[in-house]
């Protein structure tokens, strides 16, 4: 089992910028894959941004040159830095792991995001 834990949500007025960070515990050595979700009112939940343990991004194109997405595998954390941030981002955001490529087997409990106008 793995245990994730986010932090770093909030709110933030449009342009600004957040940093969400995602903690794991527990069989860290089965994890390929990390990555953020996000889920707004009303709407499915969607991917934001993946990355390997080998450190290969994938993003949303609602995303892509506003947030990145790192991480340190020495304190098994996942970073998402989001920057010129728009009212469309407000959601909830998930921390996922996955033990294959682009999986998502494990989920956080979420931290939500505001972005005001």
């Known amino acids: 089992q793995v245990q994730l834990v986010e932090s770093g949500g909030g709110l933030v007025q449009a342009g600004g910028s957040l940093r969400l960070s995602c903690a794991a515990s527990?069989?860290?050595?089965?994890?390929?894959?990390m990555g953020w979700y996000r889920q707004a009112p009303g709407k499915q939940r969607e991917l934001v941004a993946h990355?390997?343990?080998?450190?290969?991004?994938n993003y949303a194109g609602s995303v892509k040159g506003r947030f990145t997405i790192s991480r340190d595998n020495a304190k098994n954390t996942v970073y998402l830095q989001m920057n010129s941030l728009k009212p469309e981002d407000t959601a909830v955001y998930y921390c996922?792991?996955?033990?294959?490529?682009?999986?998502?087997?494990?989920w956080g409990q979420g931290t939500q995001v505001t972005v005001s106008s």
């Open positions: 996922a792991a996955g033990r294959r490529l682009w999986d998502a087997d494990y």
């Open positions: 990355i390997t343990s080998g450190g290969m991004t």
């Open positions: 527990g069989s860290i050595s089965s994890i390929n894959t």
